[in-house]
């Protein structure tokens, strides 16, 4: 079965731009959650997807943000980028009756110039 | 808020067993984990053990949780250098019983493994 895909694996843009990122879920399963990673900040969690509604969110401005498809893809949205979101952003999904078991894709390497 | 804390860093050699250890302060922390994650690679993950259980076994890995001191740790027997990455310790909680699980994760221990 595939695994967790995210597209794209790099991307560069500059400040004052928006990106949107998109992830594909495991075959089946309807819950996507969204992760950012940087090395000062570690691991932490944007926002969650489930039936296309959005059922968590993190604490994370509202530049930040996120839809799901009714095929569970995800796609994930910052507005006016700045340099501090250069990250690694991170999906994960899981069932939904089983959302504590989260399986994460590749990520996307975002780097803000 | 929670808070999940690990060393930064550990060194075995091949073959020896090493251990990781984490603590963490959400006591309403339902399930506990451990991922895995290689250079430019996402995290995988390892394995991951309910809140009421004491100890997971699978192949080389053992998880080894102390709820009363909030304390959980994952050894690997015969450490190879293909273990060698990034482990993360990781806690979730049901946010509201609405079925969402917010993980919170350590700063991550990387495991060097020498030949």
């Known amino acids: 079965k595939a695994g967790v895909t995210q597209t794209p694996r790099y991307l560069i843009k500059t400040r004052g731009q928006q990106v949107t990122l998109s992830c594909s879920p495991i075959s089946g399963h309807r819950s996507v959650s969204w992760y950012q990673q940087t090395p000062g900040q570690g691991l932490q969690f944007l926002f969650e997807?489930?039936?296309?509604?959005?059922?968590n969110k993190g604490n994370f401005p509202g530049r930040f943000s996120g839809r799901q498809f009714s095929n569970s893809r995800s796609e994930m949205n910052v507005s006016t980028l700045e340099l501090g979101d250069s990250a690694l952003y991170l999906c994960?999904?899981?069932?939904?009756?089983?959302?504590?078991?989260?399986?994460f894709g590749p990520g996307t390497r975002l780097t803000v110039t | 808020g929670e808070d999940v804390e690990q060393s930064l860093f550990l060194s075995v050699r091949e073959g020896d067993s090493s251990v990781i250890n984490c603590t963490y302060t959400d006591s309403s922390s339902t399930y506990l984990y451990w991922y895995k994650q290689e250079p430019g690679a996402g995290l995988q993950l390892l394995t991951y053990i309910f809140s009421n259980m004491d100890m997971k076994q699978d192949q080389r890995l053992t998880v080894l949780l102390n709820k009363k001191d909030k304390h959980l740790s994952l050894r690997i027997a015969d450490t190879q250098t293909g273990d060698s990455a990034i482990y993360f310790c990781?806690?979730?909680?049901?946010?509201?019983?609405?079925?969402?699980?917010?993980?919170?994760f350590g700063k991550g221990t990387k495991l060097s493994v020498i030949p």
């Open positions: 990781a806690e979730a909680e049901n946010d509201s019983g609405a079925g969402s699980y917010q993980l919170t």
């Open positions: 994960a999904s899981s069932w939904g009756d089983r959302a504590y078991e989260q399986y």
């Open positions: 997807y489930f039936s296309e509604t959005q059922r």
